[in-house]
């Protein structure tokens, strides 16, 4: 089974190929490109290849703006000029730096993504963009530059750890929640979990990705529908940020989903404000399942301090002045940003919201 699509962007449309077991056959046809691989690669790839490989850790600190001159240092000494091609084999970090690099070599060359992660497979794979660190300041310059190619094979996900997967399964559910009620019930139908067998995690890969596709497509710059695609995600970094990633991304992602529930059923109308849409019910029980299989979880949420997550909240990027920016499920059951002006009261419900969600998990 394989399926392919393309996906439109503003400097040409690329393409999605979606094979288990297809990487060896697919980087054969890549002879005598550069090949950025994640470390934990550094025996595992086919020998029987003309490309030169170059690994690195899969850490925050690899994708940053003083990493990117040694990798294009070495490039340019493997001989790499205007024609050459990049494959980035590995997760988000890798598929950054990469991305970066080849955005800016020779003032942009083609680069391919073949994700390892789940979270690469289901979301970052595609988009285009290119997020990198500078010092303390996370994601915080990039540029636009798709990859020519795209490959996932789901096959990479079985040597990957637990926390992980439920990373990347828990921003599948994301994408297909802010996608809308039919694409999150089929999301429900492949029964994602941690250890999933292949075939089921290959139709999430695609699912997700269809419905990714819808988002990128139709604001590929991040103006307005995009944006949606945070949901779940200034509460999440708050928390990822206060247990100094030891929360992996996408579990942080997957708390902050349930934070932003609990803060509207904290709000000040009585009753349950989802009682008319059972589908926000499924997706805090899925997310909460999910959640349940994080090994660790219940011992890294008490270490945290809530008042720390919650001075990260008020720093994210998105806030204004008077009021803050969140996306939130309205009582139908659909996405939407919404500003909540700044208050003591609202700012404690804010917290409270947090310290309910900690104390559920640890
Ligand atoms: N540019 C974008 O659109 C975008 C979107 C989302 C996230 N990101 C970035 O992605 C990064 C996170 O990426 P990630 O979660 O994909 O993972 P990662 O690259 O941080 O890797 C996570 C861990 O999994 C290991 N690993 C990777 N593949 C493996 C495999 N198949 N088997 C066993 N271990 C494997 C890595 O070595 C690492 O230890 C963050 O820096 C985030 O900012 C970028
Ligand atoms: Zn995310």
């Known amino acids: 089974v394989s399926e392919s699509f393309d996906i439109a962007s503003a400097t040409g449309s690329y393409a999605v190929h979606i094979q288990p077991g297809g990487f060896a056959a697919f980087l054969a046809e890549r002879q005598n490109s550069i090949i950025v691989a994640d470390e934990f690669f550094a025996s595992k790839l086919p020998e029987d290849s003309t490309s030169t490989?170059?690994?690195y850790k899969a850490l925050e600190t690899t994708k940053s703006l003083d990493v990117a001159p040694a990798l294009i240092e070495q490039v340019r000494r493997a001989g790499a000029n205007r024609q050459t091609h990049f494959v980035?084999?590995?997760?988000g970090v890798i598929q950054d730096l990469t991305a970066f690099a080849a955005s800016i070599y020779m003032r942009g060359i083609s680069w391919?993504?073949?994700?390892?992660?789940?979270?690469?497979?289901?979301?970052?794979?595609?988009?285009?963009k290119s997020s990198i660190n500078v010092g303390p300041y996370k994601n915080i310059v990039g540029t636009f530059h798709p990859p020519q190619t795209v490959f996932v094979d789901p096959m990479f996900?079985?040597?990957?750890?637990?926390?992980?997967q439920a990373s990347g399964i828990i921003e599948a559910a994301k994408?297909?929640?802010?996608?809308?009620?039919?694409?999150?019930?089929?999301?429900?139908?492949?029964?994602?979990?941690?250890?999933?067998?292949?075939?089921?995690?290959?139709s999430l890969v695609s699912q997700s990705l269809r419905a990714k596709k819808w988002f990128i497509e139709i604001d590929e710059f991040d103006?307005?529908?995009?944006?949606?695609?945070?949901?779940g995600h200034t509460f999440g970094h708050a928390i990822e940020g206060a247990s100094h990633y030891g929360i992996s991304h996408g579990v942080a992602v997957g708390l902050g989903i349930l934070c932003a529930l609990d803060f509207v059923r904290g709000g000040p109308s009585p009753g349950d404000p989802y009682a008319g849409a059972p589908i926000v019910q499924q997706l805090k029980d899925h997310i909460d399942m999910i959640l349940r299989?994080?090994?660790?979880?219940?011992?890294?949420?008490?270490?945290?301090?809530?008042?720390?997550a919650m001075e990260r909240f008020e720093s994210d990027k998105k806030h204004k002045r008077e009021h803050y920016t969140l996306?939130?499920?309205?009582?139908?059951g659909l996405v939407a940003i919404t500003e909540i002006t700044k208050s003591s009261g609202s700012k404690q419900r804010i917290q409270n919201s947090i310290q309910n969600i900690v104390d559920s998990y640890s």
């Open 112 to 128: 391919s993504y073949v994700p390892t992660t789940i979270l690469g497979m289901v979301d970052s794979c595609i988009g285009g």
């Open 53 to 55: 490989p170059l690994f």
């Open 293 to 308: 299989t994080v090994p660790d979880l219940a011992s890294q949420l008490s270490a945290l301090r809530v008042d720390d």
């Open 88 to 91: 980035a084999v590995g997760g």
């Open 157 to 164: 996900a079985q040597t990957l750890p637990l926390d992980q």
């Open 175 to 202: 994408i297909c929640f802010c996608h809308g009620p039919a694409s999150f019930q089929a999301y429900l139908s492949s029964e994602a979990r941690p250890g999933m067998e292949i075939g089921p995690l290959t």
């Open 223 to 231: 103006r307005k529908e995009r944006l949606l695609l945070n949901f």
């Open 327 to 332: 996306i939130l499920v309205e009582p139908s």
